[in-house]
């Protein structure tokens, strides 16, 4: 039976936050998902790394959290930010009082938020509409979920910390009011496997509940469903919000070629429903186009959503008047001991949230190791000199890119492959410059089972043409180094891969998308027929 | 201005095969293009019906048609336009060099580059399946730097269909082109149309040549022209040589468009490329002329006839900003759509029946008029053809080149 002094249930934000924190205290800590990392909200969001200026009225102490993680992330997570610079616009329609309110909060809170003229805000964003009456400017900035979990789960390696993905928790093992491990299943074998533990911390997110269920505990947690559009330009140079009363769909976040615009607000009883309706992509649009009028012009790449995990304490309110904030449950109080909880809370606090809970842990298990988390940057980053000496062999501009999704170590090892082996300079997706060194990279790495997986590492099928052509290239690439029988089935891959890609197109199948799904189906349907169809 | 018998507008197989029908029944036609047409993104082969609408595979196209609904295009061109439409482009594509076979009543089997092997109803020799029978060896020929071809898996998923008994072997070529990108199949059948490239590849191969028991599968790399490269290929192996489907460029795509182009300047046909058609100039029931953009200045085309091969929301001929707000661009003719969000599309992207967006088009009567909601027709003049029509989604049923072909003949004979 493997055993761990720590079990970490949960593989997003929060959940990595904690493996690498223990691990940098010398804890002996074991992380399991049942999925994917970074499959749940910590990827399916904005990518809004916050100044706090969303809070500085509603709620002043996460605002306050906010701009201080804010420059913590920054400063540790260098090549998972970019620096975009953050602006609040208000429109002729909105309460003019509610500005007052905010440049107060924004004050109090400790938020620069800077006032610039409206001619000044329409050279920083010619876009914007006409109907802006002021605007600010605040340290806003644009994140990469899937680039900063990884990134904390490669610090946490170093320091001995370990993960198991697709191993769903089903059961929690207790014996005398005290925990002493859990159950789970591989995902992929079926097969039961149990791990042993003197400390199990839920942190599930949107699945708090129910892994706390496991153990017959209750935990109020409202999983909340956040819609986005992800559209297929640059829309805006800085992230831009709408200053009034936080609604659906006022948020525009630009990452690399993108724009991701959110972000609704419903709660829903099931955290695993992702889907997105038409009437969700109908609302955003509606008040997206308010602040960028020929918004409808753009192709929409995709709908994602995603469970924000609210925390309901008894008699609390919900949805958007719920509180962003986090708690942490100490079940010892419930009765059993050794098991935690941690809910709520937002991407850019969650270095703060694992200091916090790992600071508890510690205490019980007498480590006196400080948090050393805020200093130490997450990844050493790749040197410039080489970057410089890789550049001779990457074919494109893909380098810098390269390097801050890869880091130093598998940086080096796809600079060496492209060096020695002209023939992995091809590239396996053209819209994000992933070459086919790369790609085999992360194939062989054994915690990728499915193309998605290499996905979210890579950003193959993630831009422009939506996996139309790495879909085979990658596939073919599967079919050589996968692990198993599943991994190399070419043709299932292909398919599961297109079918994750449609998921999120069907919301938007509307304006230029259409044109870019007839061109999928006919080459996969049609040139490649992989439909198969009966027999007559 | 300029005066027509006949205005095409498109340049996919549709728009061309309009205009080469109109111009060989002696009009006087302008071709109107924009773009570079779809041909070089579709594999070339003329689909005609591979699925019925339960999913269940098509023995005979022409049986599989007589259980299509009435609405279905098809059923509009009838049988009889759709077998002169075949027999018309058979004798075109044997004029120039470049012959296709196949017939209404039987599918060919074209191995595709993932190793399956897809229906269609009319290929060139050189992407006829029927070529495997009696080998017993497949060589599987890739190519140095080639992108989107992979023999293993080629290898992997052909083997169940051809014959778990026969030898499947991978031979990778060095064709020398290299340079700092990522090389195409249209780069390897340019370098094939030349002697110098054609000799070291079959020198490579010969080798592995054994008469008719081996048969060469490749990528589209057989030269640019017509059945050229794989004639001469064929003849120094002695042995059979077959192509796969692939991600575009579709060699074999700009094959056909080649042969074409070359049929509708022998016919007189005025191609003016690079031109948008902004607006149809109306009056009663006809269309007298249509406006285009050329540069910056517009231009106005007279004719008396005018045939819309516009391509459908795949090329843009029919565009929809919003919801349930369809639209043709040029004519504005009403688009028939499936309304509702659960019937626009399937939950599968690759499902056991249609999906609802790919059906949107125009209805049309049965002389390709465009009709609109009541059944009324809209122009007596302006035919509609190819992936503008609605009623069938030609992904799921295998149609799209087939509509396109007999949609343009009977267009043209009107």
């Known amino acids: ?536 | 201005m300029k005066h027509s018998d006949t205005i095409v507008i498109g340049s996919g197989l549709a728009g061309l095969m309009a205009a080469l029908t109109s111009a060989r029944r002696g009009k006087k036609v302008t071709l109107l293009t924009m773009g570079s047409g779809s041909l070089s993104l579709n594999s070339g082969v003329i689909d005609v019906l591979g699925f019925d609408e339960n999913h269940a595979f098509v023995e005979s196209p022409r049986k599989g048609i007589e259980t299509l609904p009435k609405d279905h295009p098809y059923k509009k061109i009838g049988m009889d336009m759709l077998e002169k439409s075949v027999e018309a482009f058979l004798a075109f594509t044997k004029e120039y060099h470049f012959p296709y076979r196949g017939s209404l009543d039987k599918q060919i089997m074209v191995p595709t580059a993932v190793g399956t092997l897809k229906p269609t109803c009319l290929a060139p020799h050189s992407m006829d399946g029927t070529g495997f029978k009696g080998c017993s060896k497949v060589i599987i020929v890739a190519v140095e730097g080639l992108k989107d071809f992979y023999g293993d898996i080629i290898k992997e998923n052909i083997r169940p269909l051809l014959g778990e008994d026969l030898v499947y072997e991978i031979v990778t070529i060095d064709t020398g082109l290299t340079g700092g990108r990522d090389i195409t199949t249209l780069d390897v059948a340019r370098w094939l149309d030349h002697d110098k490239g054609m000799t070291t590849l079959s020198e490579a191969l010969k080798p592995y040549a054994k008469g008719s028991e081996t048969v060469f599968l490749l990528p589209q790399i057989l030269g640019t022209s017509g059945h050229a490269g794989a004639l001469a290929l064929r003849g120094k192996l002695e042995s059979e040589v077959i192509e796969t489907t692939c991600l575009p460029p579709s060699v074999n795509g700009l094959r056909l468009q080649k042969i074409f182009y070359e049929a509708l300047r022998d016919s007189g046909v005025d191609i003016i490329e690079d031109t948008k058609v902004l607006r149809a100039v109306r009056k009663g029931a006809k269309c007298t002329a249509v406006v285009a953009q050329a540069a910056a200045r517009e231009k106005t085309y007279e004719a008396e006839k005018f045939i819309l091969a516009t391509g459908g929301f795949y090329s843009g001929g029919i565009t929809m900003r919003e919801f349930e707000h369809p639209k043709e661009a040029i004519f504005d003719l009403p688009v028939w759509f499936v309304p509702g969000e659960e019937n626009w599309s399937n939950e599968q992207l690759f499902a056991d029946k249609p999906q609802g967006f790919a059906m949107t088009g125009i209805r049309t009567d049965e002389n390709l008029l465009p009709l609109d909601g009541n059944g009324k027709r809209v122009y007596d003049n302006v035919y509609v053809v190819g992936r503008n029509l609605g009623g069938y989604d030609f992904c799921f049923e295998h149609s799209g080149n087939g509509v396109a072909l007999a949609s343009a003949y009977k267009a043209a004979m009107m």
């Open chain 1, 1 to 536: 039976m493997d055993k761990a002094t720590v079990v970490v249930i949960g593989g997003g934000a929060t959940g990595v936050g904690i493996l690498r924190d223990l691990a940098m205290r010398g804890v002996d800590v074991l992380l399991v998902e049942k999925c994917d990392l970074v499959n749940g909200a910590s990827s399916r969001y904005h990518g809004l790394l916050h100044s706090g200026g969303r809070y500085a009225v509603k709620d002043q102490e996460a605002a306050k959290e906010c701009i201080i993680e804010n420059q913590i992330l920054r400063k540790i997570g260098t090549s998972c930010v970019e620096p975009t610079g953050g602006m609040f616009v208000r429109l002729d329609i909105d309460d003019p009082d509610y500005e007052g309110l905010w440049v107060k909060g924004c004050a109090d809170s400790g938020i620069e938020a800077k006032p610039i003229t409206l001619e000044e805000a329409f050279r920083l964003e010619p876009l914007l509409s006409k109907h802006v009456v002021s605007a600010y400017l605040v340290p806003d900035a644009a994140i990469d979920g899937f680039r900063m979990s990884w990134q904390n789960v490669e610090s946490a390696k170093r320091y001995g910390g370990r993960f198991q993905t697709y191993r769903e928790v089903v059961g929690v093992l207790q014996e005398n009011g005290q925990v002493k491990g859990i159950e789970v299943r591989n995902t992929i074998t079926g097969e039961i496997e149990k791990i042993a533990c003197d400390i199990l911390v839920n942190a599930a997110g949107g699945w708090a509940g129910k892994v706390a269920a496991l153990a017959g505990l209750e935990v109020g947690v409202q999983p909340d469903k956040g819609t986005l559009l992800a559209f297929n330009q640059r829309i805006t140079n800085h992230v831009v919000n709408r200053l009034h009363k936080s609604s659906d769909g006022d948020i525009f976040v630009p990452h690399g070629s993108i724009t991701i615009l959110g972000t609704s607000s419903m709660s829903i009883p099931d955290p695993e429903d992702t889907s997105s309706s038409r009437e969700e992509v109908e609302n955003l649009l509606a008040i997206g186009e308010k602040t960028f009028e020929n918004l409808r012009d753009y192709r929409m790449l995709r709908a994602f959503a995603g469970s924000r995990p609210l925390y309901m304490p008894p008699g609390g309110a919900s949805g958007r008047g719920a509180s962003r904030g986090f708690a942490i449950v100490d079940h010892a109080n419930d009765g059993l001991k050794g098991m935690m909880t941690i809910v709520g809370g937002k991407f850019t606090t969650y270095r703060l949230m694992a200091e916090k809970i790992v600071d508890q842990i510690c205490a019980k298990l007498n480590v006196t190791e400080p948090c050393r988390t805020a200093e130490e940057p997450l990844v050493p980053e790749v040197s410039e000199n080489d970057k410089k000496e890789a550049r001779k062999y990457f074919p494109a501009f893909g380098t810098n890119l390269a390097a801050t999704r890869l880091g130093p170590e598998r940086f080096a090892r796809v600079a060496d492959s492209l060096k020695n082996h002209p023939e992995k300079r091809e590239l396996v997706c053209e819209c994000e410059n992933v070459t086919l060194a790369e790609v085999e990279e992360i194939a062989r790495d054994l915690s990728s089972f499915q193309i998605n997986d290499i996905r979210r590492r890579t950003r193959i099928g993630m831009g422009t043409c939506q996996a139309n052509f790495c879909a085979l290239r990658s596939a073919a690439v599967f079919a050589k180094y996968g692990q198993d029988n599943g991994a190399r089935d070419s043709i299932g891959q292909m398919k599961q891969f297109l079918q994750g890609r449609w998921k999120g197109i069907r919301p938007v199948l509307v304006g230029r998308t259409l044109r870019e799904i007839e061109m999928t189906r006919a080459l996969y349907e049609l040139s490649f027929h992989v439909n198969g169809g009966k027999k007559a």
